[in-house]
């Protein structure tokens, strides 16, 4: 990553929510914006200072938690979405990613499985900045090529970006 991301954080559970702020805090390629205890006051933190990232916790509220992450995916698009929980279930899992969520991170979180998975989402979404830059908007089918673990996907992906 070539450039810092800003990151808000929402977490009701006061323990995870302080390892999580302490693994972000030691990385030099992220910048805390903002951390909330409330699902319910997230929007407003979102809306106040504009972050690159916002990580959700679901683990107290699975519900609220991913309704929360339906609300951001509308309410602010530019914000990349991360969720992290305990719970590994498959349908947990698929429920948050299709409300919108780029990452599932599966707590306790590795600092290494936390730094892949910011630097996939940075480089999509410096990738989005770019093209924004040149009038160019990024599909969404588009998207999910650019994120996947497939380098031939990726390099078909970056192919057609090019062409246009």
């Known amino acids: 990553m070539s450039n810092v991301l800003r990151i808000a954080?929402?977490?009701?559970?006061?323990?995870?929510?302080?390892?999580?702020?302490?693994?972000?805090?030691?990385m030099d390629t992220v910048w805390l914006e903002a951390d909330c205890s409330r699902?319910?006051?997230?929007?407003d933190v979102i809306e106040q200072t504009g972050p690159d990232v916002g990580v959700i916790s679901l683990d107290n509220n699975p519900d609220k938690a991913i309704d929360l992450i339906q609300r951001l995916g509308r309410d602010a698009p530019e914000t990349a979405i991360l969720a992290a929980s305990e719970d590994t279930d498959g349908h947990l899992i698929l429920r948050t990613i299709?409300?919108?969520?780029?990452?599932?991170?599966?707590?306790?979180?590795s600092d290494e499985d936390l730094s892949s998975a910011?630097?996939?989402?940075?480089?999509l979404f410096f990738l989005e900045l770019h093209l924004a830059h040149i009038g160019f908007r990024l599909p969404a089918l588009l998207r999910l090529a650019v994120l996947s673990p497939d380098?031939?996907?990726?390099?078909?992906?970056g192919r057609a970006v090019l062409s246009t």
């Open 9 to 26: 954080l929402v977490d009701p559970n006061d323990g995870t929510r302080e390892s999580l702020k302490a693994m972000l805090l030691g």
């Open 39 to 43: 699902y319910e006051f997230f929007p």
């Open 98 to 109: 299709r409300a919108g969520a780029r990452e599932f991170l599966t707590l306790p979180v």
């Open 118 to 123: 910011l630097q996939r989402v940075s480089q």
């Open 151 to 157: 380098s031939t996907l990726q390099e078909t992906a």
